[in-house]
């Protein structure tokens, strides 16, 4: 579903999945990953509709955060979490970099920039955003909404044509479901997709750019947990040295230009917001979608389900580091880095899963054609459909099912890798 397609003949993907790699990489996605049983016509028809809602549906949103101020009346402000980013940077470079990291002082800006009253909104981001952030200080808020959600879409979208060599990125990447839960929240899981799915599939091309864009994800450290592992695994020599290099420069600057002082106020907060957001499960847990989170809505203390990530995360590094010793398929060793991530953090959110893009026309590539291939193809649409249904899952169930659609997928690409090295 959701796939842009050439084919009038519509083919499905058992008969895709035959081709020879090199050539399916050069289809278009929908004849790539498509069921037998749906018509790439009506998928693209559907695509185009979703995108149409989605949008509309975006904009009403937006619309109805006016009501007072840039506010719903209530205590959520116009474009979501982007308040967030966009305060930071401010504050940061045009006012008082230590109020980043003030809960009271960061609140007051908040509510006096938006003119209504807010709901505890915090800077949960390393220094190190502030840097990459630099340029949201120039703005007013609104065009600034409008640069980061169109630039970060736009980012999407250029790295996931690598991937997708054959044609239809356009449409898959406007039609990704977490592509519309990240623009609803203003959040960056576009970005974070962009570096990730973008750095990986250069790697053997551009190892040094890809390093710097894999580098650039310390701005959100959980995602980046298993990349010092696979980069090592894989004698990726370069592009663990560009990544270095690029996280020791971008910690250096924001240490240079805003004092070691930010730094420590952070691991202040992030303690604080660990045990409130994360141990205590309050707020927002129905979008989370991470192993630690599943254990707590089950029952488990605090520590037990520290104890269940930990292992998931154990198994996880083992199984990434095995697949890209072993030089599995570039598209199987991505995808078990990019889910095993999901099963190692115990931080994820719904919104970071617009990555799960990569996963699709990954495993679509390089896959294979045999029985398990075709399986784990099939799987990595539970991680395409997550996003918009774990929300809504987590209010009628009261559990967080995350992991229940990612390990699927992840346990039979794993499957592909070990086939291949018997």
């Known amino acids: 579903m959701l796939l842009r397609t050439t084919s009038r003949a519509g083919f499905a993907m058992q008969r895709s999945l035959e081709l020879p790699a090199d050539q399916r990489a050069a289809q278009p996605i929908g004849e790539r990953v498509l069921p037998a049983a749906i018509r790439p016509e009506f998928a693209q028809a559907f695509a185009r509709c979703w995108i149409l809602v989605t949008a509309a549906f975006y ?25 967030n980013y966009w305060s930071g940077a401010v504050l940061a470079w045009r006012e008082a970099a230590a109020d980043v990291y003030d809960w009271q002082a960061f609140h007051a800006f908040q509510e006096r920039i938006v003119g209504g009253t807010l709901d505890f909104y915090h800077y949960s981001y390393p220094p190190v955003l502030l840097v990459l952030t630099a340029p949201l200080a120039t703005l007013p808020y609104l065009p600034a909404l409008a640069l980061w959600t169109a630039s970060g879409w736009f980012s999407f979208y250029r790295a996931l044509r690598l991937a997708v060599p054959g044609g239809g990125a356009l449409l898959f990447a406007l039609a990704t479901p977490a592509v519309f839960i990240n623009a609803v929240g203003g959040q960056n899981g576009t970005w974070t997709a ?48 560009a990544a270095a290099v690029t996280v020791a420069g971008l910690v250096a600057i924001s240490v240079v230009v805003f004092g070691p002082e930010v730094w420590a106020d952070y691991f ?155």
């Not at 893009?357 to 799987?379: E, N, R």
């Not at 990595?380 to 229940?404: E, H, N, R, W």
């Open 59 to 83: 904009a009403w949103d937006l619309l109805r955060h006016t009501k007072v101020g840039l506010t719903d009346g209530v205590d959520q402000p116009f474009g979501g979490d982007f308040l």
């Open 194 to 241: 962009a570096l990730l799915g973008g750095g990986l599939c250069l790697l053997k091309r551009r190892p040094i750019v890809a390093g710097i864009l894999l580098g650039l994800l310390i701005y959100k450290p959980q995602i980046g947990v298993l990349l010092p592992i696979a980069l090592l695994a894989g004698r990726q020599w370069k592009a663990f040295a």
């Open 268 to 422: 202040r907060n992030a303690t604080v917001l660990r045990h409130a957001i994360l141990e205590d499960g309050s707020g927002v847990w129905h979008r989370m979608v991470s192993v630690f989170v599943f254990a707590r809505r089950l029952g488990a203390g605090v520590e037990t389900a520290y104890a269940v990530q930990a292992a998931s995360a154990l198994v996880a590094a083992a199984v990434v580091a095995y697949a890209w010793f072993r030089d599995a398929a570039a598209g199987i060793r991505n995808t078990l880095l990019v889910l095993g991530t999901c099963l190692a953090t115990p931080y994820l959110q719904d919104y970071d899963l617009v990555v799960g893009a990569f996963v699709v026309v990954w495993l679509a590539a390089d896959a294979g054609h045999s029985p398990a291939a075709k399986q784990a193809v099939q799987m990595s649409y539970l991680v395409l459909l997550l996003p918009f249904v774990a929300a809504l899952l987590g209010k009628i169930t009261g559990l967080a099912l995350g992991p229940l659609f990612i390990a699927p997928a992840f346990a039979a690409s794993a499957r592909l890798s070990l086939a291949r090295a018997a």
